[in-house]
């Protein structure tokens, strides 16, 4: 992934780990990783899956 403008903030799920991207940044999450991504309003990605199938799951957000 490649951040054209804005700030995400990626958070690997089972380490609790965070990492935030802004732009000009590049980052790569590899397959079988669980992580949730939270992204700025206006913030623009440029996203390359390999291979491209959707194996995305949606969670609900709870306190």
């Known amino acids: 992934?490649?951040?054209l403008n804005?700030?995400?903030v990626y958070t690997n799920v089972v380490t609790g780990e965070k990492?935030?991207?802004n732009q000009g940044d590049f980052y790569a999450i590899y397959p079988e990783i669980?992580?949730?991504q939270?992204?700025?309003q206006g913030t623009r990605i440029l996203f390359i899956k390999i291979?491209?199938?959707n194996d995305?799951?949606?969670w609900?957000?709870?306190k």
């Open 38 to 40: 939270i992204s700025d």
């Open 56 to 58: 995305k799951m949606n």
């Open 34 to 36: 669980a992580y949730e």
């Open 6 to 8: 804005g700030r995400t």
């Open 19 to 21: 990492f935030e991207y």
């Open 1 to 3: 992934q490649y951040v």
């Open 60 to 62: 609900e957000i709870d």
């Open 51 to 53: 291979p491209s199938i």
